[in-house]
């Protein structure tokens, strides 16, 4: 019903930046929330960020306040997830997701994911 299509994950050293792009295409619902999620193997998924789409704000995780922010660009159907201050930490699989209806921050309400983005930060 909804095909999400993420790019812009790379290596980079600590302290740069990275965007990535969640392009939503073959949208057979309306979409209201869009997050995104990192995962590395062997450990719980951890919510980063996410948008209300038609309004209504945007959340972030504590650990990325200040440094990423999340836009979207209607006109493209596409989210997009900007890292400033790349930390090793933040080295992870990095998940786009999108839902009718959500709590941003809640992994479990998002219906819809993509296929994930490594993003790698060296020290």
């Known amino acids: 019903q909804v095909q999400l299509v993420e790019s812009g994950g790379g290596s980079v050293q600590a302290g740069g930046s990275l965007r990535l792009s969640c392009a939503v295409s073959?949208?057979?619902?309306?979409?209201?929330?869009m997050g995104w999620f990192r995962q590395a193997p062997g450990k719980e998924r951890e919510a980063v960020a996410g948008i209300f789409v038609r309004g209504g704000g945007e959340w972030y995780a504590d650990s990325v306040k200040g440094r990423f922010s999340i836009s979207q660009e209607s006109a493209k159907n596409t989210v997009y997830l900007h890292m400033n201050s790349l930390k090793p930490d933040d080295t992870d699989m990095y998940y786009c997701?999108?839902?009718?209806?959500?709590?941003?921050?809640?992994?479990?309400?998002?219906?819809?994911w993509g296929q994930g983005t490594q993003v790698t930060v060296s020290s």
């Open positions: 997701a999108a839902a009718e209806f959500c709590k941003l921050w809640d992994g479990n309400e998002y219906d819809y």
């Open positions: 073959k949208s057979t619902v309306i979409i209201n929330c």
